[in-house]
């Protein structure tokens, strides 16, 4: 019983420790601030307000809730401890060992403590040269973030999007993705993935296709990043449809530009001008608090415009499925030799890989 208690209270002061390090009293101040809010008679008075908020009180519960379960767990454990009654033994050895199990699974999200990691996040992806087969090759990698989000519970919703030339092709994609930690999880897929393969268009040429990937905190709130108006270029125009063909008879396409840095986002998807401006702010938000961290930045006003070239050549992924198959991180060493399990959404020893990578340099 001795042995126990002691183990007791040493998990109990990791949990401590943890609880601090993701900020924990702030985050249940903050779940109190929106369950105030959510009890409002006047909540639904403005609709948008509303869904953010019982999005956000969600999404902390759910965060929130297994750490106050280990917590309560062994402050259980070490109550019962105190009753010193050996026939209690066996069962409190065994609620201890889950709590520690749980901890464990629970310590992952540690390793998640950079800016906007737990934010959600805004996923491009970007058919390099090469045509049909680039073209592919970023539909594979759609397919691929979209099973991986599955598997992690998010909710993934197309913001843009530009057919490709051929069937189930693309040329470009803009996703949202909502739900814990997103941006934490994905930022290291930020960067050119190369793919090596037989080409499905001529079977018989052996092609190295290239699309580069985008993530970027979603990031609602302008005050978490503030943006001169006088650094905004902001035009509007005409939607146009697949072929060139109008979408929609106003000029509700919007194109914005940051003239400091020459980042430019554009958005047309058939919504209203106002809708769509709010969306690329949103993503250029992202994209300058992406740059930001990059650059270590301290103010927005110290941004450098981002050089696109050096970030087509900066390569993080090679897939290789013809004449071996295998998936290799340039950055961690991290490989694998089922390919087809990786596209099919296999990403997390890969993530796991790169978050333990960067926490060691």
Do not use: C
């Amino acid at each position: 019983m001795e042995q126990l208690h002691s183990e007791a209270l040493e998990l109990q002061k990791q949990v401590a420790g943890a609880l601090d390090r993701i900020g924990f009293a702030k985050l249940e101040q903050r779940k109190a601030e929106l369950d105030q809010q959510a009890s409002s008679p006047d909540l639904w008075q403005d609709n948008d307000r509303a869904q953010k908020v019982l999005r956000e009180q969600s999404a902390l519960e759910k965060r929130l809730a297994p750490w106050r379960a280990v917590r309560q767990s062994v402050a259980d454990v070490l109550e019962l401890l105190d009753m010193q009654d050996p026939a209690l033994s066996d069962d409190l050895a065994k609620q201890l060992a889950s709590a520690r199990t749980a901890f464990d699974e629970l310590k992952e999200e540690l390793k998640l403590g950079g800016p906007y990691d737990d934010h959600d996040a805004i996923l491009s992806i970007h058919a390099g040269a090469g045509g049909a087969d680039a073209q592919d090759w970023a539909a594979m990698l759609l397919r691929m973030y979209v099973r991986y989000g599955e598997k992690e519970g998010w909710n993934v919703q197309t913001v843009e999007e530009s057919a490709g030339e051929n069937p189930n092709t693309i040329k470009s994609i803009v996703l949202e993705i909502t739900g814990a930690f997103v941006y934490g999880k994905l930022k290291g897929e930020h960067g050119v993935h190369r793919l090596v393969r037989l080409s499905p268009f001529n079977a018989e040429s052996r092609e190295t296709s290239f699309a580069k990937v985008e993530v970027t905190p979603k990031i609602d709130a302008p005050e978490e990043l503030e943006i001169d108006d006088k650094d905004l270029k902001i035009d509007v125009y005409r939607s146009g449809g697949h072929g060139g063909q109008s979408v929609n008879t106003t000029d509700s396409a919007v194109r914005i530009t940051h003239l400091p840095t020459n980042i430019v986002v554009a958005i047309q998807n058939e919504r209203s001008q106002l809708q769509n401006k709010e969306t690329a702010l949103q993503i250029l938000r992202g994209r300058l608090a992406q740059l930001q961290v990059e650059q270590h930045a301290e103010r927005v006003s110290e941004l450098k415009g981002p050089n696109e070239q050096a970030a087509w050549g900066n390569q993080i992924r090679s897939y290789v499925l013809h004449p071996y198959k295998q998936v290799k991180d340039l950055r961690t060493e991290h490989t694998s030799s089922d390919p087809d399990k990786v596209l099919d959404g296999d990403l997390a020893p890969f993530i796991t890989a790169y978050l333990e990578h960067t926490l060691g340099n």
